[in-house]
Structures are given as C-alpha cells and as structure tokens.
C-alpha cells in the first residue's frame, strides 16, 4: 500500500470513501429488511395460538377419558346386572316350583316374584342415568372444546392474514429502501459525473494555459 | 369533484390511476398499490363487483351512501349496478358484513338502501340468479379482531384479488389493493368466513 493511502489527497480515494459509506448504507438497509422479515414471526402471538392448541388438546383428553370412564362404568353395571338377574332369574324358577299348581299367588309371593324381575330393568335404568350424566359433563366440555377450536382457527386465521400485511409492508418498505438506493445510486452517478466533468474542465484549463503560455 | 366514472373530471393523475387499474384488472396481477382517496376506493369497488364471477365478500363499517365530502360511495349507480351485473350470474355471492347498522335515514327501512334496493328491483324482475346477504358482526368477533390488530375493513373478490383498507380511522381511509394474490386473498377470505361472517347476525338476504 503507498505510503500517501488515505490521505484524501487523490480522487481514487476520494471515489474509495464514497464507495465505502453506500456499501456501508445498503448493508444498513438490508438489517432492516431482515429485522422486518423476522418480524413476520410474530412469537406472542405464535405462542398464544400453542396455548390454545394445548388447551384444546387437554379438553379432548379430558372428553375421551370420561368416556372411557362411562364406558367402564356400564361395563361393570351390566356384568352386575347379569349376575343378579340369573340369579333372580333362578330364584323365580325355584319359587315356580316352590308355589307347584297352587292357582292363587298371594301378596308376598307376588312382591317377592316383582322384587326378583327388577335387577334386569334397574340395571338398564341405571346404565341409561349413567350415559346421561356422562353425556351432560362431556357437553359442557364439547362447549368449551367447540369454543378453543374456533378460537385457535380464527387466531391461525388472523395470524396468517397479518402476515399477508406484513409481506405488503415488507415488500413496500423493500421498493422504499431499493428506491432511495436508486436515489443515492442516481446521486452518486450525478456527482462522480460532475466530479469527472469538473477535472476535465480543470484538465482542459490547464491544457489551454500551457498551450497559450 | 372529481368522478371516477366521467373522465371529463379526471385530472392527468387520476387518468393515469383509472387506466392503469383498468390495464391491472384486464391483465389480472398487480403488485399492490394505494386505494385511499374515496373516488379511487368507489373505482375499485365497483370493478371488483362487475368482475367476479362466483363470491365477494365485503366487511364495511355501514355500508355509507356518501362520504362527508359527498363523494358516492355505495349509493353510486355504477357501484350498485355492478352489484346487481354480479348477482346475475348462476350461483355468485354477495357477502357483506357491517360493523355499525347500515347506513339509511333515521326511521327508514333496511331495504331503503340503495345497493339492496336495486339487489331486490332486480329480483322482482327476475334477474337474481345470486344471492346477496348481508350480516352485522357480533361485538365479540369485533373485539377479537381489534385485539389481534386485525380490524381493516375489506374487500374480497372471487379469492383472487383483494382491497383492504389498513388504518382503522374512517375518517383517514388509507388502503391498498392486489390484484391476482390468490394467496392473500384466500387468507382474507377465511378470516372474513370463519371470523366475521359464521357468527354474525343477519340484516338482509336475498332467498
């Protein structure tokens, strides 16, 4: 490197200087774009639209392991609800044989006969409160469940047209920055021009100083 | 005044605006561009109706007849006319969600506006092969857009192109248009369906 580098003194250097705060300008301008593009994640609201997806996520669960409990709970009644009714069943058939050709059943037979046909009914009853009590809880979670999932759709819906936002202003704030580089470019152009057309004239002088004097 | 339809008003800005939109709807793509001023907005509302084919969707704020400068926006012939163009056609849509009550005297009958009245001239004539409804949205869905950043009236056309008006202030309507974008025009279209319209009580429908 010549000892003078960076004297300002030659119009090289001068053109170096130049070159070097427009390359230091678009270099700014490009961080700019850059943060405005990884603006477009929005976290908070990313972070919300997890929120919603994991609230709903626990709301299913919560909804499908009530009805694995019910389920549980129907199963058991019915195995009960067999078990006394063939056991009532076989009760009944030893009354039959008990009571043998008597043609009147008097009052406490006949309650014990009602008595040994109601397991079969009760545990259908009981089946059908069951499922109903199942059913209302799972309702008000369906609400809620039904709610969450609109939500987290229309907060996915907002999210992406925000980003259509975004990229229009991205790509505004883009023709922006290209535009005043194309300014500056143009400016830049203009006054190396001018520069170049004040040394030729300078030039030219001098020419027409020597040639005459 | 300046008219957007008589081009004895037009300035040599407007001329250039006016045909360069015509030229961006004929060739269907444009990079999006400013729609602000209410001559330029009622230009592209009225295109955007005479242009579709199948679905528009609009969210306004009432749908307003003039603007204070007296500029026609919905009560603007051309603009009505190209409603009742698009619900000629077999199976279009007008979909139109308020968010204020519409705007019509005092007193006066929904039916009173000039866009739903020439919608429904044009069914007793038996033209109607559309079907025009329009909702005014619940204060939840509002509140839930403002939360989000996202209260910008717009103006879907056929998931194609889209108008969107990007600051909340009426009274300094600063807009932009995209013709061609399928993409932000579904997405427009999903908020408008999904957010906006599902819920939203009705005003007026066509059968």
Not at chain 1, 32 to 60: G, M
Not at chain 1, 62 to 72: M, P, Q
Not at chain 2, 6 to 33: C, H, I, K, N, P
């Amino acid at each position: 490197m010549p000892a003078e580098f960076a004297d300002y003194t030659s119009f090289l250097e001068v053109a170096f200087a130049i070159n070097l705060l427009f390359g230091g300008w678009k270099g700014f301008a490009r961080f700019l774009l850059e943060r405005r593009r990884l603006s477009f994640n929005r976290y908070a609201v990313k972070t919300r639209v997890e929120a919603v997806d994991d609230a709903v996520e626990r709301l299913l669960e919560e909804i499908s392991a009530r009805n694995e409990a019910c389920r549980r709970v129907c199963r058991g009644v019915e195995r009960w609800g067999r078990i006394v009714g063939f056991v009532m069943a076989a009760v009944i058939v030893a009354a039959l044989f008990a009571i043998g050709n008597r043609e009147v059943v008097d009052g406490p037979m006949l309650a014990g006969i009602v008595v040994a046909a109601l397991p079969v009914p009760l545990t259908m009853a009981l089946m059908v409160l069951v499922q109903a009590a199942c059913r209302a809880r799972n309702w008000r979670s369906y609400r809620r469940f039904r709610a969450e999932a609109r939500y987290a759709r229309a907060l996915e819906y907002v999210l992406a047209a925000n980003n259509v936002l975004d990229v229009t202003a991205g790509h505004q704030s883009v023709v922006r920055v290209l535009r005043s580089i194309g300014r500056t470019s143009w400016a830049y152009g203009v006054g190396v021009g001018l520069l170049l057309a004040v040394g030729a004239v300078i030039l030219a002088l001098a020419a027409l100083y020597l040639y005459l004097g | 005044m300046i008219d957007p339809f008589d081009e004895a008003t037009w300035s040599e800005d407007e001329r250039f605006y006016f045909t360069s939109v015509d030229q961006m709807l004929r060739e269907g793509f444009s990079d999006d561009f400013s729609n602000g001023k209410p001559w330029h907005a009622v230009y592209i509302i009225a295109a955007f109706l005479r242009e579709a084919t199948q679905c528009v969707r609009l969210f306004s704020g009432k749908l307003i007849q003039y603007t204070p400068d007296g500029v026609a926006i919905y009560a603007e012939p051309h603009v009505v006319d190209a409603a009742k163009t698009l619900l000629t056609r077999d199976g279009s849509e007008l979909k139109i969600v308020l968010e204020d009550s519409i705007d019509v005297d005092d007193g006066r009958a929904v039916r009173k506006h000039p866009l739903i009245e020439g919608v429904r001239r044009l069914e007793k004539d038996g033209r109607l092969n559309g079907r025009l409804d329009v909702r005014r949205a619940t204060k939840t869905d509002l509140e839930f857009l403002r939360e989000h950043n996202f209260l910008h009236h717009m103006m879907v056309m056929d998931q194609r192109s889209w108008r969107l008006e990007t600051d909340p202030d009426p009274d300094d309507v600063r807009a932009r248009v995209k013709i061609g974008d399928k993409w932000g025009a579904r997405t427009f279209a999903r908020v408008f369906d999904e957010v906006l319209f599902e819920n939203a009580e009705p005003v007026f429908q066509t059968p």
